[in-house]
């Protein structure tokens, strides 16, 4: 009997969406005070406003995670799987847009910013990657 050389390739989804819901409890923004991912408002990711929102991008992270584990183990809905790791992958670089857009212009500013990148954001994008590959 023939071993299934593909079996690692296809859990890869579900191991991009158990990243997605790492990411959460991970820290987005580091530095003297941690902002994890239930801190973050979606509006802020969107228009870089902190204001007041209905949810948090945890909320958005983790059913998006939910729904790619779902899609997972459907083989025909391999699309819409596809387009939530993308999503997820399209959040991460609009935060990461907005925090740099909210840095100093010139480039110590730029450093700074980057020091800022927690360990949220890699770990919610590659989990996107793998949801969108596998």
């Known amino acids: 009997?023939?071993?299934?050389?593909?079996?690692?390739?296809?859990?890869?989804?579900?191991?991009?969406?158990?990243?997605?819901?790492?990411?959460?409890?991970?820290?987005?923004?580091?530095?003297?005070?941690?902002?994890?991912?239930?801190?973050?408002?979606?509006?802020y990711v969107l228009t870089g406003d902190i204001g007041a929102s209905t949810f948090s991008l945890a909320v958005l992270l983790l059913v998006v995670a939910a729904a790619g584990a779902i899609l997972f183990s459907l083989d025909r809905w391999t699309i819409l799987r596809r387009i939530c790791g993308g999503a997820v992958m399209l959040?991460?670089?609009?935060?990461?847009?907005?925090?740099?857009?909210s840095g100093v212009g010139d480039d110590a500013?730029?450093?700074?910013?980057?020091?800022?990148?927690?360990?949220?954001?890699?770990?919610?994008?590659?989990?996107?990657?793998?949801l969108a590959a596998g």
């Not at 023939?2 to 530095?31: E, F, R, T, Y």
């Open 1 to 43: 009997m023939a071993k299934d050389s593909s079996l690692p390739i296809k859990i890869l989804p579900l191991v991009g969406a158990i990243a997605i819901v790492l990411s959460v409890i991970q820290p987005w923004i580091a530095g003297i005070g941690s902002v994890h991912a239930d801190e973050l408002p979606v509006n």
């Open 91 to 101: 959040l991460v670089v609009l935060f990461l847009a907005q925090l740099f857009s």
């Open 109 to 130: 500013g730029l450093r700074v910013t980057v020091d800022l990148i927690g360990v949220g954001p890699y770990f919610a994008f590659v989990g996107g990657a793998l």
